[in-house]
């Protein structure tokens, strides 16, 4: 079995996206990740994003330069773990979350400052369980 990647990333929104485009973006994303095997979660406040995605590294790498050339945002920083065994957004194929609809307040600084990896994923994890159940 291959070992999965993860990369994540902080980045500022250039300009807002409405409703309409967020759907269109988010129904491509998902068939696209599908298609790529790739898992992960969005979260996005009012004028950031901070994203996970895991897959085999090929994948993970194709669909990242996708993305970091989108010119609705701007990566800020971005972070990236090799060889894991297992995913850790398995049930996610793309889940996407607004952090003013989270009830707990956001953690932004563990998100954008230099923590952990480890600790960064299983934040964002724990805020996507707490999400989508
Ligand atoms: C914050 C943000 C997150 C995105 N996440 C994904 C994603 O998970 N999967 C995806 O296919 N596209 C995602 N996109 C869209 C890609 O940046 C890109 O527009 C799309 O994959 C089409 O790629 P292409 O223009 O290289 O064909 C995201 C865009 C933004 C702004």
Avoid at 47 to 61: A, K, L, T
Avoid at 71 to 79: F, G, N, Q
Wanted: contains cysteine; charged residues 30%; glycine residues 6%.
């Amino acid at each position: 079995m291959q070992s999965i990647t993860q990369i994540a990333y902080f980045s500022r929104s250039k300009k807002p996206i409405d409703l309409t485009e967020g759907a269109k973006l988010l129904n491509l994303a998902v068939e696209r990740n599908r298609q790529l095997n790739v898992t992960g979660f969005l979260l996005h406040g009012g004028d950031w994003y901070f994203q996970v995605i895991e897959g085999v590294p090929s994948s993970v790498e194709l669909l990242f330069k996708s993305i970091e050339c989108d010119p609705r945002h701007m990566v800020a920083s971005t972070w990236r773990k090799d060889g894991k065994i297992q995913r850790d957004f398995r049930e996610w194929r793309m889940g996407v979350a607004r952090a003013a609809d989270l009830k707990l307040g956001i953690d932004r600084k563990l998100l954008e400052g230099d923590s952990p990896f480890e600790e960064k994923i299983k934040y964002v994890r724990s805020l996507a369980e707490s999400y989508t159940r």
